[in-house]
């Protein structure tokens, strides 16, 4: 791959320090796991390798969800849909972020791919990342059982070995998401998988984790301007040990648009519907951090900071979190044949905010409730 990347550092497990902890919502603070992994920029601005160790996986910085495949934003065709991500990875928006339970999402995976295999150059192939992630129930995790849920993945995307399995465990109680996930290290060491993440785990488990020499490389969690849980005690651990962060809910499903400014959603029929399992998701998100009326001087102050630039308020809200420490790629949810914001996208990479942007936005952020008090660390929405 014709992309350059900097030293890796690889990770000493054996090293541990005391940090800090940079809330006081933990009585108890434990030793840090030193396991160094990096994020690489690669063509500037639009690209980032996550790396641990030896493995590395480099991925457009802005990734391409596709949780609306699995019902509830609409009918999706199947071959407009694949259409619809020959355009997107023709922009460059070439990383598509999926799970074995988004419906066809797995699926329509496959297709794409065979289709930029037969109708694409090889070095076009090469820059095509598919994430994928495992949410296994509550069930002994054995090597075979682990081995035959990958397999399921790699048929249906129709690759010899994926790219990132991102994984997902419900109840901390149950310990067997460790026993998981060295098995899910082993399927990497045979090649069936590139790269182990995780996916809405909170600090304390993700250092346990890395205490257990799981060469993790990212976390994917909620992160946005309304909930900034993930900087106030993960980053600091992702920043100490290397694992880098994917934000999803960055937009809030559409929330953080022009297309709810302005807006008294408490009045029926007055304003736009939310009609959809995000937008339901993530208004709850907004009661919690402060209400509608608080919502709307954020989509204002953000607008002022859009217009000056000449872009959209998602674009604004998505680079913001992109510049977050330790953030290495945010997620937009895509519907595939019904709608695209490529061009939106696309001029993420290109925005600078500068200091008076960030102060504004950030003044308004901090009215907002701790949602680290109100909900938990990352992940912890799916476990209360």
């Not at 993945?153 to 149950?174: C, E, G, P, T």
């Not at 709608?339 to 939106?344: A, E, K, N, Y």
Request: hydrophobic share 40%.
């Amino acid at each position: 791959m014709a992309m350059a990347m900097a030293a890796i550092v690889k990770p000493v497990f054996s090293n541990l320090s005391h940090i800090k902890s940079s809330t006081t919502t933990n009585t108890t603070t434990r030793p840090r796991a030193s396991v160094k992994c990096c994020a690489v920029r690669t063509e500037e601005t639009q690209r980032v390798t996550l790396a641990n160790g030896n493995d590395s996986l480099d991925i457009c910085r802005v990734l391409n969800g596709m949780w609306q495949t699995s019902g509830g934003w609409g009918r999706i065709d199947r071959d407009d849909a694949v259409e619809a991500m020959l355009r997107y990875a023709d922009s460059g928006l070439s990383t598509f972020d999926m799970a074995d339970h988004y419906g066809p999402a797995e699926d329509l995976y496959g297709i794409f791919i065979n289709r930029v295999r037969r109708e694409r150059p090889p070095e076009f192939l090469e820059k095509i990342r598919g994430l994928t992630k495992w949410v296994p129930p509550p069930v002994k995790m054995t090597s075979s059982y682990v081995r035959e849920s990958i397999n399921v993945s790699r048929k249906r995307m129709d690759v010899a070995s994926l790219d990132m399995l991102q994984f997902h465990w419900w109840d901390y109680s149950n310990p067997g998401y460790l026993d998981a996930l060295k098995h899910l290290t082993d399927l990497k060491e045979e090649g069936k998988i590139k790269t182990v993440a995780l996916t809405n785990f909170d600090t304390e488990r993700l250092q346990i984790i890395l205490e257990n020499k799981i060469p993790i490389v990212s976390n994917q969690v909620q992160h946005s301007i309304v909930d900034m849980r993930p900087q106030q005690k993960m980053a600091e651990l992702c920043q100490h040990t290397g694992v880098k962060l994917i934000t999803y809910g960055t937009v809030m499903g559409g929330l953080l648009s022009e297309k709810f400014l302005d807006t008294n959603l408490s009045i029926p029929f007055a304003g736009p519907s939310l009609n959809t399992p995000s937008l339901q998701k993530y208004k709850r998100m907004v009661d919690a951090w402060g209400g509608w009326s608080q919502f709307q001087v954020l989509l204002q102050t953000l607008k002022k900071v859009a217009s000056k630039h000449g872009v959209s308020i998602p674009t604004v809200a998505v680079k913001y979190i992109l510049d977050q420490p330790a953030v290495a790629g945010s997620m937009i949810g895509v519907r595939l044949g019904l709608s695209d914001h490529i061009q939106d996208s696309n001029a993420i990479f290109s925005l600078v905010l500068d200091n008076d942007d960030v102060n504004s936005i950030q003044e308004i952020s901090k009215k907002g409730k701790d949602l680290l008090r109100v909900i938990g660390d990352c992940g912890d929405e799916y476990r209360r």
